[in-house]
């Protein structure tokens, strides 16, 4: 990728990212533009299961997203570069037992490493790697800051799927002392875009373009008779839901959140509040016209 500038080194931030990168056909596009983030350090790239997704996929479905990891790094030539490491293969079974995985390691090495620069994680998918890693060392709290695409829309929520996923991970993140970013199913929909767009921007885009877009198109033909999910995919259109993460890590949109008392979830994943006097950050919405035109000049880059 040409190079026009360079972030000064005391802006950079360390970040781990936390995917189920083969739910979808989203995921994908937020890991590269990720990975073409100069502001960006990436410890590595957790896999994270997403077992509940049309009932398939029980205990394969980590290794699934962990294949797909590879299978990007690969085409960027970054294999050598960048971790992939795999996480839980399954929800919590309650509260207060975590799963060791290599992800849950690599969080809390990160966080209690003396190192000065920032971390953060961002977490595309379930929190249970997250939860695992805090209730094995608590203390990764006082230098984390998580960044999570998740829960229903503020003050009711409701059903949401990467909340779905695992409802005790998420109790156990929003119960703790993490400095957390919360973007809700709301906020992360405002991320819209056509695949005429994308055929536009991201295809001629050197092979990961070509493959960001035609894995996309394959996965909206593959489930257009489906019936889990009436109405999905739309046929035509996309929201490229993963990708708030990386804008608001590139400029934190101060305007665009309120602090509010952490809550905790209900069984039919509804807020409970009044539990928790600690705040959160929650996005009421993102700046999709900066974090879409970044993203597609870092690709249109590539070509340079």
Not at 44 to 72: D, L, N, P, T
Request: contains cysteine.
């Amino acid at each position: 990728m040409q190079s026009y500038f360079e972030v000064p080194e005391s802006k950079k931030i360390r970040l781990i990212i936390n995917t189920d990168a083969k739910n979808e056909a989203d995921d994908q596009f937020a890991i590269v533009h990720a990975l073409l983030t100069k502001k960006f350090i990436i410890k590595g790239i957790i896999a994270a299961h997403f077992e509940r997704k049309y009932g398939e996929g029980k205990e394969k479905s980590m290794e699934k997203s962990y294949a797909e990891i590879v299978k990007i790094l690969s085409l960027m030539k970054m294999e050598k570069q960048i971790p992939a490491l795999k996480g839980a293969t399954r929800p919590l079974v309650d509260e207060k037992s975590p799963q060791m995985s290599e992800g849950a390691e690599l969080i809390i090495k990160e966080a209690l490493a003396d190192d000065p620069r920032p971390l953060y994680a961002g977490f595309m998918g379930t929190l249970t790697d997250l939860a695992s890693a805090y209730l094995l060392a608590p203390r990764i709290a006082e230098k984390l800051n998580v960044v999570w695409i998740g829960g229903g829309e503020w003050p009711k929520g409701g059903w949401e799927f990467n909340l779905n996923g695992d409802v005790d991970a998420a109790n156990v993140v929003f119960r703790s002392n993490l400095n957390l970013w919360q973007i809700p199913m709301n906020v992360y929909r405002m991320m819209r875009v056509t695949l005429t767009e994308l055929a536009c921007k991201v295809r001629p885009c050197a092979e990961i373009g070509k493959y960001l877009f035609q894995q996309m198109v394959d996965y909206n033909n593959g489930y257009a008779d489906s019936t889990a999910y009436p109405g999905f995919p739309m046929g035509e259109s996309w929201v490229l839901g993963d990708s708030p993460i990386i804008g608001a890590l590139i400029e934190d949109h101060h305007h665009d959140y309120d602090l509010r008392p952490a809550p905790t979830f209900a069984r039919d994943m509804s807020y409970a509040h009044g539990q928790n006097s600690r705040n959160i950050r929650v996005y009421k919405n993102i700046d999709a016209r900066m974090t879409l035109e970044d993203f597609y000049c870092k690709l249109a880059l590539l070509k340079q």
